[in-house]
């Protein structure tokens, strides 16, 4: 069985790694380098949106683009749902990844937009077996800094974060437990819920 | 105050719950919550008590409050809680915080006037915070359940513990005159005051703007308690992509 899982995840590597050859030239596994690697070039792109000034509109439109980018959205969302996403349809999924996208920017830029004026300063990168986790520090002027993990992965077949714990709390566990009361007042309908996620955030 | 009675008892009681804390499920566990039902009605009064009291209050005092004397307020009421911090640190054998909390303590009661500012953070030394939850943990208590306690907020079997015998065992209030004790009561209201505001868009996030407020409120005390403890123990994050593999 071990074998077995091995066996089906490395053919799966191996097509990931294959597709990634054709689209972006040689892919290479994912390693601590290329993990704080990630995490600052996403890292300079929020510092980027947070201190360029404009509208709220334009930060949430930039925070979209960067989760477009750098975030495993598919896996993230369909977390998210919690156990209900395994009877759902692919369809069914894709549109509710669809407007997560943008709630999830909105609520995320919306208290970015808090930290006008700070940086967020990458600090170090811990191996945590199957992902990397990079911490990093928010500075904000006049008070304390505080502390932002990215855990990073490339098994989608592409090097994403998944998460975003910020003070020990997880994007991902604080967004099942909300997937999960929106789900509950639905009667576990995410249609309804796609519906509905794109006015909230 | 504190009678040597009494700290028998306490004892005794805390190995109790210790025991049963001990038995409770942990590694793996995001979420131990055997008393849901009862905890959403202490959520409830909580809840109400913040949007009709907590809440309007501290803006109230924010608005009428100059910002330095907000600080100083605070700078107090977290000066006289060092000595207790001290206690904890030593209980915890982490003997460089001890030393850390003592110089603050000396330093801002005398060169910090009683306690209104805080000159050491500038010197070096920072706050360290602790409390008697944390030297539970560190003698090897487990987390136990997770509990929201009346006027107080969300907490866990241990924390709770480590609150109560806080307020037993805090060794500053024994050693205050009366008027002291009733300055310190009075500026630990108004560091509250304060905090609800500095956390305010975080705290009307989590109890106003999501669907299960008191869901929410309990992740975010566990996981950042966790945190704040390094209580590694209790990881329990989500591997989304463990279910494919």
């Not at chain 1, 896996?75 to 209900?84: E, M």
């Not at chain 2, 040597?4 to 590694?27: D, E, H, Q």
Request: glycine residues 8%; aromatic residues 10%.
């Amino acid at each position: 069985m071990q074998n077995l899982n091995k066996l089906t995840l490395r053919r799966r590597y191996f097509l990931f790694g294959a597709a990634s050859l054709v689209a972006a030239g040689p892919a290479f596994a994912l390693d601590d380098d290329s993990a704080t690697g990630l995490v600052n070039q996403l890292v300079a792109e929020i510092n980027a949106a947070t201190n360029a000034g404009g509208s709220q509109t334009k930060l949430i439109k930039a925070f979209e683009g960067i989760f477009e980018q750098y975030a495993d959205i598919n896996i993230i969302s369909r977390s998210a749902l919690g156990p209900r996403a395994r009877t759902a349809s692919t369809e069914t999924l894709k549109a509710f990844s669809r407007v997560f996208k943008g709630y999830i920017a909105r609520k995320y830029g919306k208290r970015f937009q808090e930290y006008i004026g700070s940086a967020i300063v990458v600090k170090n990168t811990i191996n945590r077996g199957k992902f990397f986790e990079v911490d990093a520090s928010v500075e904000v002027e006049g008070s304390e800094p505080f502390k932002v993990s990215f855990r990073v992965s490339d098994r989608s077949g592409k090097k994403l974060f998944f998460d975003i714990i910020i003070e020990g709390i997880s994007l991902l566990s604080s967004e099942r437990v909300e997937m999960g009361a929106l789900l509950d007042a639905r009667n576990g309908d995410i249609g309804r819920l796609t519906k509905d996620l794109a006015s909230l955030g | 105050m504190f009678e040597r009675g009494n700290g028998i008892t306490i004892l005794k009681y805390m190995v109790l719950f210790g025991l049963l804390s001990a038995c409770s499920p942990r590694s793996g566990i995001v979420v131990d919550d055997p008393f849901e039902t009862v905890n959403r009605k202490a959520h409830a009064l909580n809840k109400g008590l913040d949007s009709n009291i907590l809440s309007p209050v501290s803006k109230g005092y924010s608005y009428v409050v100059p910002n330095m004397v907000e600080d100083s307020v605070s700078n107090f009421s977290s000066n006289l809680s060092l000595p207790g911090k001290v206690v904890n640190n030593i209980l915890q054998l982490d003997i460089s915080a001890a030393a850390n909390n003592t110089a603050r303590l000396v330093i801002n009661s005398t060169i910090g006037l009683v306690g209104l500012f805080d000159p050491s953070d500038s010197m070096g030394f920072e706050e360290r915070s602790t409390d008697f939850g944390q030297t539970l943990q560190r003698w090897g208590f487990a987390e136990g359940a997770y509990i929201e306690i009346p006027l107080v907020g969300p907490s866990n079997i241990r924390d709770g513990m480590g609150l109560f015998v806080n307020m037993m065992l805090d060794p500053t209030g024994s050693a205050l005159t009366p008027t002291m004790n009733f300055y310190r009561s009075w500026s630990g209201i108004g560091s509250v005051l304060q905090k609800r505001q500095i956390y305010g868009d975080q705290i009307d996030e989590v109890l106003y703007g999501s669907a299960d407020s008191y869901a929410q409120s309990r992740l975010v005390y566990l996981q950042n308690r966790r945190f704040q403890l390094k209580d590694n123990l209790s990881d329990a994050y989500i591997d989304p992509y463990a279910e494919f593999e």
